[in-house]
């Protein structure tokens, strides 16, 4: 059975904006891009709202619905009460190009900051050879959609934008465990890790796990890990004494 429901909705441009309220009807089974869309096309036809998929699969739809940052094509409006308000702002954490849509090119440019799988001179594309353990340890990462929600929740950017230069935020920093991990990867990823990177920022508080749409685990999978292999190489007595020796 439809309803009309209260919608709250972010508009405005240029770092000037307000709430607006509206009334919309919304059909049995739809989700709140439904209703958005339903809002440009009766009552706001400029209402900006960045969306491709509608399946979960594209990671554009990313807003913040009742304060949380969630996908506006998977959020059910049967887990609302019909007589809520509900709340639709831009992720929190990147710059507001107009109303829902935000511009999220700072992912782009850490993403680009990550020097890509390196492999040994020696082997050549299609002699790589990996067990299987290998390649099941880093599928669950291959799975992120880029929505960039972890980036958008993660409080040591979302509340500090001074961090930003210094931060490649989970997502990222998930993308450098996935490349440590792979045994073809020559590359130096602890140092940079931690040193480039902000690995060191990260205190764990698993807010970035908490949202992310494919269920990664992110901090348990990815950054823990990372953090144990910084650390052990921080501290191996091998290393450090590697390390004395070639500085002389
Ligand atoms: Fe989105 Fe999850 Fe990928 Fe982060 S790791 S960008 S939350 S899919
Ligand atoms: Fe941020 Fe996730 Fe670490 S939310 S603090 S990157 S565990
Ligand atoms: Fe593609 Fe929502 S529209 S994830």
Known sequence: MGYKAKFRVWRGEGGEGRLEDFTVEVNEGEVVLDVIHRLQATQAPDLAVRWNCKAGKCGSCSMEINGKPRLGCMTRMSTFEESETITV???????????????????????????????????????????????????????????FMCQNVCHVIRDHEENKPNFAGPRYLMRIAELDMHPYDVADRKESAQEEHGLGYCNITKCCTEVCPEHIKITDNALIPMKERVVDRKYDPLVWLGSKIFKR
Do not use: H
């Open 89 to 147: 702002t831009p992720l929190r954490t990147f710059p507001v190009i107009k109303d829902l849509v935000t511009d999220v090119s700072f992912n782009y440019q850490k993403a680009r900051e990550i020097p890509s799988f390196t492999p040994p001179a020696d082997v050549k594309p299609g002699e790589y050879r990996m067990q299987q353990v290998d390649v099941e340890r880093s599928q669950e990462f291959r799975k992120c959609i880029e929505c």
